[in-house]
């Protein structure tokens, strides 16, 4: 199993979260476009705001930790909303503009309480040591991002250990929302759709998908963005492994255990409301103790 897709595409990295690949967003290029291409706090989708805070704190959720905050826009409007927030990124390129917000609303409470970390997934539990206390009631990772971390060695352990630290860092009851687009349907059509329920789409000009087999096997999915707005223009490629559902849904159950209650929504919509959503969210709750 290669390491790197550059032998194939021209790309920056395989993955944001590895330790010793490098980052996807290390040129700047994307990270300088990104609030334009997600859109900020105000445009963001109200069905994946309210369906966010609203979870939440049905679940009576008040410590989250955000494990791919990128410039900071999800955890900002959770901060807002008068959660506690520790964010973490593995793009010092990405957190620099979290880094930004939190130093320019400095006067306010929950932003000079924020805490913002660089931080592996594959190290996460150790890395963030003196932040866990008893365990965070939520860990979310949203926007696509834990499909950027690719299967170096074939097996999917390192997606495996991810998930591992995510779930060492919730108290029991705790909760993970985790996504991913709907791979399953992108293999089939070898298209990226071009709406989405997270990212101001007004501004992408154009996304063309390119799908990496090895051995038979689809193991990597790039996408090459071409985002206009707001007098910038940015083209940049990013890489993803392309999780199919049923085997993402199994990782998580493995890792969880058989005691854990699992519930899959699409585009932030009940399953039964949703036809080939372009994005899965997976709500897995950590069994509480006895």
Known sequence: MPTSADSVFVTRSDGISAEGVRDQYADGKAAK???????????????????????LRKKGCKRILDVACGTGVDSIMLLEEGFEVTSVDASDKMLKYALKERWNRRKEAAFDNWTIEEANWLTLY????????????????????FAHLTDSFGDQREHKQAIKNFEKCLKPGGILLIDHRNYDNILETGATPAKSIYYNTSHTADIKTSVLFYCGKPVLVSMDYQIEGNKLASEFRLSYFPHELKRFTDILREIFGSQS???????????????????????????TKV
Request: glycine share 6%; aromatic share 12%; proline share 3%.
């Open 126 to 145: 150790d890395d963030i040591r003196e932040h866990r206390q008893a365990g965070f009631d939520a860990v979310i990772c949203l926007g696509n991002s």
């Open 261 to 287: 209650k699992h519930k899959l929504f699409g585009d932030f919509k009940e399953m039964n409301v949703v036809e080939n959503p372009a994005f899965y969210i997976h709500l897995i709750e950590k069994p």
């Open 33 to 55: 476009v990104w609030e334009i291409f997600i859109g900020d706090k105000n445009s963001r989708t109200d069905n994946y705001k309210n369906f966010l805070v609203d979870l």
